[in-house]
């Protein structure tokens, strides 16, 4: 029995969808390395009218998970990692930032002879095995079993590792918070990465990602990859259309159906920093020096995610402590 689920199909199906969600890979962890497994979602691109209430949803549910940076920053030594700060931007919804991890993009493109406005919701790829999470120094990114990857903000140390091996340079810095801030100012990252997290704690609850909930018109279907690939074909199939995520990078858990092909639509986006493109993506994983280093870091980036929790476990005594004092 299928597992995908849309927005219209969790909400015809009532209780019993919910049932569905609780049993399906959507709420149960996964074996990490059975990437059939992996939690996938789809993005039918002809069916974004790009009204942006998915931007909106996302802004909205993960607002707690925003940086809240100190001010004045510290200033670095020596002047190598630039200040980043968005908190006075937070209004800005066309590019990723700290506070706007999903926008639409839009590409005019030729479609059946007919000149046509694509609208396309971009966001974290999410990897099958996320360069991000192998080759961070600090532990500080993961992916969960369902193959969701995350950024934990309380480890991390803002040094755009991340950003600089992922494909679409998908993480964005915000200076002024986070780990850094209590071991080495001057020295360290200079910040937190920000990127989607695919509402992690709403699919653990048995709930759709934001997103998906507040799409009117069905852009998005999530399930098992295995099953997202199938549907991705089968649409592509019924329209004479291109897949993007299959293979880029090695694999994505972000799937998307075009009715033009890709190269096509990425030669008519606007560039520019924040703004991901769809073009080719090697798998930076089977280059041979981040796969030695990979294994390199793994043990080192345990250690390092250890310390960091022990870290912020005695910040968070001594402020509980001086917030008892003040009472």
Known sequence: MSTLLSRRAFLRGGVAAAGTVAASPVAKALPQDNTSEQLATLIDIQ???????????????????????????????????????????????????????????SAYVDVNGEETELSIPRRCMHCTNPPCVKLCPWGAAQQLDNGISRIDADLCLGGSKCKNVCPWQIPQRQTGTGLYLDLLPSLAGNGVMYKCDRCHDRIAEGELPACIDACPEDVQTIG??????????????????????EHENGGTNTIYVSPVPFEEI?????GGKGIPHLGAATNRMEAA???????VIAPFA??????????????????????????
């Open 224 to 245: 098992p990859r295995d099953e997202i690939i199938a549907e991705a074909h089968r649409i592509a199939a019924d329209i004479d259309g291109y897949i993007y995520g």
């Open 266 to 270: 990425n030669r008519a986006m606007e």
């Open 47 to 105: 069916r974004c009218i790009g009204c942006e209430s998915c931007v909106e949803a996302c802004r909205d549910s993960n607002q707690t998970k925003f940086p809240n940076p100190a001010k004045p920053f510290p200033k670095m030594y020596p002047n190598r990692v630039p200040v980043e700060d968005w908190s006075e931007k937070q209004d800005v919804m066309d590019r990723l930032t700290p506070y706007n991890w999903l926008f639409i993009q």
């Open 302 to 327: 345990g250690l390092a995610a250890a310390a960091g929790k022990i870290v912020k476990h005695f910040k968070s005594g001594i402020d509980q402590g001086d917030a008892n004092e003040t009472k």
């Open 289 to 295: 020096e981040n796969l030695a280093l990979a294994m």
